[in-house]
């Protein structure tokens, strides 16, 4: 019953910045959070950030604390991930993902997520 679409990601060098979209579609109210996630070859999906739907509560994994930015766009149900000073280590692809909370970190609890958007970034 939700529709999520990211957009995007690409190739950037290391020290750039890309900004991540998320488009939400279908019956959105269901969920109050949004969150991203990522998943590099041969490891497991990892929490990035989350934020609350209203209220603008926000949660982020300290691998990215302080480089990336997650906000919203409530008029065009959008959420968006600021990333700035990108690593090499910041490669995988992402997803972003609804839930009932933004505290939620475990990918297991999120109920829907989108198809993922590639982000690569050379050294």
């Known amino acids: 019953q939700v529709q999520l679409v990211e957009s995007g990601g690409g190739l950037v060098q290391a020290g750039g910045s890309l900004r991540l979209s998320c488009a939400a579609s279908g019956r959105t109210f269901s969920s109050t959070a949004m969150g991203w996630f990522r998943q590099a070859p041969g490891k497991e999906r990892e929490f990035v950030a989350a934020?609350?739907?209203?209220?603008?509560?926000?949660n982020y994994a300290d691998s990215v604390k302080g480089r990336f930015t997650i906000s919203t766009d409530n008029a065009k149900n959008t959420v968006y991930l600021q990333m700035n000073s990108l690593k090499p280590e910041d490669t995988a692809l992402y997803y972003c993902?609804?839930?009932?909370?933004?505290?939620?970190?475990?990918?297991?609890?999120?109920?829907?997520w989108g198809q993922g958007t590639q982000v690569t970034v050379s050294s």
């Open positions: 993902a609804a839930a009932n909370s933004y505290r939620y970190t475990n990918p297991r609890l999120y109920s829907y």
């Open positions: 934020i609350r739907r209203s209220g603008g509560s926000t």
